[in-house]
Every structure is written in structure tokens, then in C-alpha cells.
């Protein structure tokens, strides 16, 4: 059985960086097939995919354009893990973020959700 | 992108009625890409259609999925008390992946 556990700060001030981590238990985050995504969901906004890691014999990351100069996306095979990072955030930004296993084409398992709120 | 549009935006409806959800394409979904989620409260979305109409794992066959092209339905035959919910389509024919904004199933 495939879990993902995220973590992370539920409080950022404007213009630091958004931090998250989701844990995998049940699978690995190298495994061909598999892609590793961060989605989050807000009121104004609904669901956004922001973007994915995945392994193909290399690693590879894809991101959606409306955040593409602020974000990374980054695997740790040491800890069998892959983390968000958001850069300069405002308060748009707010939104629970899930971390979710993409096996196309669709996502089956996902994160418990976190709750970021972006305010000094 | 591709722009997802689902209605009704809440279906009020009867333990025991048929549920009809839609979602509507701004362009074609390749190779018919569409999943559908149903979302309840501090939960996150649950996994219940891919591919237009296969139903995921362990989900009842009261769910139904079909259509094609840009037009696409999510069927509840029965609803059962634990239906009512928050539902999702959601397309992966085209990077980058969205969402519909949600269908709300509530009790009548």
C-alpha cells in the first residue's frame, strides 16, 4: 500500500520561500512509470497541478507555467522522498498543497494535504 | 491549457437518485485522458475514474464513466449516503494536467 506523508511549515511571510516534503512509504520515488506531482487547491484557484518530478534513466521535471520561475521540485533517493519549494511567495499563494503519484494518466495516491498560509 | 467546465455547479438530489455530472472540454481530451475525484471535507480527492470510463480500483459499480472527444459524463446510478461530495474531472491528455471546478452533490 502506496503512503504519502507530507510536512512543512504552515506559515510563510510574503516574499520568503514555501517549503514542503512528501514522504513515500510503499514505493519509490526512482521507479520508472511513476511521476512524483505537487498539487494544491484554493478557493480562487480550485485544483492546480504545479508540477513533477520523475525518473527515466535520468531525472526529469516539468512545471506549469504560471509558477515555473518560482518553483523547484526535487527528489531525495536517500530518504525516498521529494520536496516542493516555492519561492517569493504572496498571499495567492495560500492554498492547501497536496503531494500526489502520478501513474498516467491519472493520480492514485495522494498526500494528506497541508496547509500553507502566506502572511507577516 | 485546456479549460475544464463542469456542471451543474451543485446537484441537489435524494439518497436512492441518479446523479448526472458533466464536464466539458475547451478543446479535445487525447486518447479520451479524462479522471474523475470525488473530494469530501478535509480530505484529499479520491481517485475514481481514468480514461473516461475504467473504474479505479475498489470502486463501486454504481460510478460510471463515459463520453469522449470533449464532452464527458460521470454517472452515480444509486446515490448511497456516503456519495454526496464534492466531484472533479480532471484532464492528462495535455500538459499542463487540470481541473474542472468541482460539482457539489448535496442531499435534497
Known amino acids: 500500500q502506496v503512503q504519502l506523508q507530507q510536512s512543512g511549515p504552515g506559515l510563510v511571510k510574503p516574499s520568503q520561500s514555501l517549503s514542503l516534503t512528501c514522504a513515500i512509504s510503499g514505493d519509490s520515488v526512482s521507479r520508472n512509470s511513476v511521476t512524483w506531482n505537487w498539487i494544491r487547491q484554493s478557493p480562487s484557484r480550485g485544483l492546480e497541478w504545479l508540477g513533477r518530478?520523475?525518473?527515466?534513466?535520468?531525472?526529469?521535471?516539468d512545471y506549469v507555467e504560471s509558477v515555473k520561475s518560482r518553483i523547484t521540485i526535487n527528489p531525495d533517493t536517500s530518504k525516498n522522498q521529494f520536496s516542493l519549494q516555492l519561492n517569493s511567495v504572496t498571499p495567492e499563494d495560500t492554498a492547501v498543497y497536496y503531494c500526489a503519484r502520478g501513474v498516467y494518466p491519472y493520480f492514485d495516491y495522494w498526500g494528506q494535504g497541508a496547509l500553507v498560509t502566506v502572511s507577516s | 491549457e485546456i479549460v475544464l467546465t463542469q456542471s451543474p455547479g451543485t446537484l441537489s438530489l435524494s439518497p436512492g437518485e441518479r446523479a448526472t455530472l458533466s464536464c466539458r472540454a475547451s478543446q479535445s481530451v487525447s486518447n479520451n485522458y479524462l479522471a474523475w475525484y470525488q473530494q469530501k471535507p478535509g480530505q484529499a480527492p479520491r481517485l475514481l475514474i481514468y480514461?473516461?470510463?475504467s473504474r479505479a480500483t475498489g470502486i463501486p459499480d454504481r460510478f460510471s464513466g463515459s463520453g469522449s472527444g470533449t464532452d464527458f459524463t460521470l454517472t452515480i446510478s444509486r446515490l448511497e449516503p456516503e456519495d454526496f461530495a464534492v466531484y472533479y474531472c480532471q484532464q492528462f491528455g495535455t500538459s499542463p494536467w487540470t481541473f474542472g471546478q468541482g460539482t457539489k452533490v448535496e442531499i435534497k
Open positions: 480514461g473516461a470510463s
Open positions: 518530478t520523475y525518473y527515466r534513466s535520468k531525472w526529469y521535471n
